[in-house]
């Protein structure tokens, strides 16, 4: 098993930035390609951003292309998802995920492993 615990967010003005984090323990974090999701009040749980084990390739919802980054640091076992010019509409519940093997997925159900979330409030 892996354990998931994010941290990072938090209240920004829109136009903003804030950098979270997943910090992952258990087994080889190496093994598992890990992605990020969100979910706004009212809403469905939706897909943000995903990346391969060796982070070597990733993939981005349309909505964030261009504005977020995910890295990793497999040496420290931690997932990072930087945000940069932030929008209200991003304002939402963030949980990182994990799913063991090698190639990102997209689909949260694909995934094994949850964190427990960390919140970003955009302010307009």
């Known amino acids: 098993q892996v354990q998931l615990v994010e941290s990072g967010g938090g209240l920004v003005q829109a136009g903003g930035s804030l950098r979270l984090s997943c910090a992952a323990s258990?087994?080889?974090?190496?093994?598992?390609?890990m992605g990020w999701f969100r979910q706004a009040p009212g809403k469905e749980r939706e897909f943000v951003t995903a990346?391969?084990?060796?982070?070597?390739?990733?993939y981005y919802a349309d909505s964030v292309k261009g504005r977020f980054t995910i890295s990793r640091d497999n040496a420290k076992h931690t997932l990072y998802l930087q945000m940069n010019s932030l929008k209200p509409e991003d304002t939402a519940v963030y949980y990182c995920a994990a799913v063991e093997g090698l190639g990102y997925r997209i689909y949260g159900s694909e995934y094994d492993y949850w964190g427990q979330g960390t919140q970003v409030t955009v302010s307009s």
């Open positions: 258990g087994r080889t974090f190496s093994s598992y390609a």
């Open positions: 990346i391969t084990w060796s982070g070597g390739n990733t």
